[in-house]
């Protein structure tokens, strides 16, 4: 429960609506709290009448009844009427009473349950928005369906208490504290007696809510497994079906949703002793009242009267809703503890790479050192990138290959940084990457990455993506050096049309080149290629190619790749292996080295002529 403490920040911004809520609950309570005394009245007075007795006796004294002044002003209007009459203005009464409580009501949900719906917006934003926070170590960690878990999932467990289970259990509060009290004030023994079963009743839901709230927890994670299996099998699609693994997937998924099942049925079935158990407390509660209540009218006890009894019983109906729905509450207030705690555990992780106080303004327009630098990823302890040591002078053009494995996308993230070295240094014009601000870092770098990802939007706005306030005319240029013009303007929709999830709709090639036109649309001084040439075929990786070799003139790029370009005029060519530069120099003088470059530059021309 301590996890919950966490929302008072909430409540307190929109304590004002919060206040107003709990005022509403007190009024929808206040009038209904006058039905039963009002009921009693109507009822002993008839008793009166049908006796003939104008003074009345102990079997049907109602005088001493200590009745609200609200009900007491409403006896004194009836005063000198007839008993026909005192009937249709008590049951005009109990209409106008049931009026007033409904309206109070009708604002109490739309202050509480409206509050609650601002504190799952505030958090939901404030999940999506460390989610963006932290870096891509956490991400590697992390399934996404266990992310998506805790924005859906968890903050809509977490707004069922601060809205409904919270609105309830004040109502239970406020009916409570006015049954309780009327009930005392008019016979103490006949409350004792109608309330005795609720001690018991609280021991049946400390008991259950132990067990509640342990499998909330287990309920919780099943479904985060749940949710990234599903999400993997969605993704992966194309890949289950061509592997023809559906029946595969179909029992893992079978497995996990058969555990969760399970779960949810087992916490399902404890929840259930709550609502024939409360069933059984309120019926007894009511039997001992009535019973109690008979003999002492039967006994001539003095201040009991039929009325009494009534009144007593419509209390304890008025108790029902209220008291049967503490096992209601309580789960949803276990449930919600589980995942406010979730989403605690998720708020309180701190990213690894964040800006330094006091930090300088970025200038890309200068070299870039790199010393003695090393990187080790945490989760394999794989050793990337091992005392690599460059400098790359301003607008020049630097091919950096080697095999698959041997570090240079490690070296385009660190250069980004969004991995941050284990030791060692990155400078850029004079200045550590520590020392700069990360966002300008990587709004003045352009960067295509390995693997390419398109938003569900048009093709315009997918590269707009790198530049939101470009024009149209920088969007074509920008296509035109990405060489996917031609292509775009041939398609029905042109630069409007839909690309489908993950740019599904358009081959490699397309999404390739349409993450180059993203990233050539910033007009960025520094630029890195990260294995972005893959997909392109000869003929249009050389109008690219072509396209480039103007575009980047007084540019600093960085082309990673496996393969050798000759049509792109690269002033260095950097060799990686196992993390380390093991050759550099200009094509030329690699090619005469007959080293690694020339290994590779042999092989592809042995490739390119089968």
């Known amino acids: 429960m ?21 005022l509403f609950v007190v009024l929808t309570n206040y009038f209904r709290i006058l039905a039963p005394q009002v009921t009693g009245f109507v009822i ?59 309206l109070f009501m009708f604002l109490m949900r739309q202050t509480i349950i409206v509050m609650s719906r601002h504190i799952e917006y505030d958090q939901k934003n404030e999940i999506y928005e460390h989610y963006q926070r932290l870096d891509m170590s956490f991400h590697r960690r992390q399934t996404i369906g266990d992310l998506m878990n805790r924005i859906s999932e968890d903050v809509s467990r977490v707004r069922m208490y601060t809205g409904p289970a919270l609105m ?52 919780q994670s099943l479904l985060s497994t749940l949710t990234s299996n599903a999400q993997e099998t969605y993704s992966g699609i ?26 949810a049925l087992g916490l399902a079935k404890t929840e259930a002793l709550y609502f024939p158990s409360m069933g059984l407390l309120i019926g007894l509660s009511t039997l001992l009242t009535i019973m109690i209540g008979g003999m002492d009218v039967a006994n001539g006890v003095e201040g009991a009267s039929v009325g009494r009894i009534a009144e007593f019983v419509l209390y304890i109906q008025m108790l029902t809703f209220p008291v049967s729905a503490i096992g209601w509450t309580a789960s949803m207030t276990q449930r919600a503890s589980a995942s406010q705690k979730r989403i605690n555990d998720f708020l309180l992780i701190e990213p690894q790479i964040r800006n330094a106080s006091g930090f300088v303004e970025f200038n890309a327009k200068g070299n870039i050192e790199i010393k003695e630098l090393e990187f080790t ?15 790359i002078n301003k607008g020049e053009r630097l091919v950096i290959t080697g095999k698959t494995g041997c570090g240079k996308s490690t070296l385009a993230q660190l250069l980004l940084g969004i991995y941050q070295a284990d030791s060692g240094h990155i400078i850029y014009n004079g200045n550590e990457i520590g020392s700069l601000r990360l966002e300008d870092l990587r709004l003045k770098i352009g960067f295509v990455p390995q693997e390419v990802f398109l938003f569900s939007d048009t093709i315009e706005n997918n590269i707009k993506f790198g530049n939101p306030t470009a024009t149209f005319d920088e ?12 292509e775009i303007v041939s398609f029905d929709n042109g630069f409007q049309t839909i690309v489908g999830e993950r740019g599904v709709t358009l081959s490699g090639g397309q999404k390739q080149r349409i993450s180059i036109a993203r990233a050539l649309i910033k007009k960025p001084d520094i630029i890195i290629f990260d294995d972005c040439f893959s997909a392109v075929d000869t003929k249009t990786e050389q109008y690219i190619f072509e396209q480039l070799n103007h575009y980047l003139h007084n540019r600093t790029a960085i082309v990673i790749t496996h393969r050798v370009f000759s049509s792109l005029n690269m002033e260095r060519v950097a060799v990686m292996e196992n993390g380390k530069i093991v050759e550099i120099g200009t094509p030329d003088q690699l090619a005469k080295q007959k080293g690694k470059y020339a290994e590779m530059l042999e092989k592809q021309r042995f490739e390119d002529n089968l």
């Not at 009427?81 to 005009?92: A, F």
């Not at 009327?182 to 023994?189: I, P």
């Not at 969007?475 to 031609?486: H, L, N, P, R």
């Open 2 to 22: 301590k996890s919950l403490f966490s929302l008072n920040k909430y409540f307190v911004r929109y304590k004002w609506i919060f206040l107003l809520g709990i």
């Open 44 to 102: 002993n007075h008839v008793v009166k009448s049908i006796s003939h007795s104008e003074n009345g006796n102990n079997l049907f004294n109602a005088e001493k009844d200590n009745y609200s002044s609200s009900v007491m002003l409403i006896v004194e209007l009836f005063k000198n009427k007839n008993t026909e009459d005192i009937v249709w203005l008590s049951g005009l009464t109990l209409l106008g009473l049931a009026l007033i409580s409904g």
């Open 168 to 219: 309830y259990f004040i109502n239970l509060a406020a009916v409570i504290g006015f049954s309780v009290y009327f009930m005392l004030s008019s016979d103490v023994k006949l409350t004792l007696v109608a309330l005795c079963p609720l001690p018991l009743l609280a021991l049946i839901i400390y008991f259950v809510n132990s067990i509640i709230n342990r499998k909330s927890e287990k309920i």
């Open 238 to 263: 194309r890949v289950i079906k061509s592997f023809v693994q559906e029946k595969s997937m179909m029992d893992h998924f079978n497995k996990n949703s058969e555990s969760y099942r399970k779960s």
């Open 377 to 391: 990823y945490q989760n394999t302890q794989i050793k990337a990138i091992d005392h690599l040591s460059i400098n």
């Open 475 to 486: 969007v074509e240029q920008a296509a035109k050096y990405a060489g996917i013009y031609q």
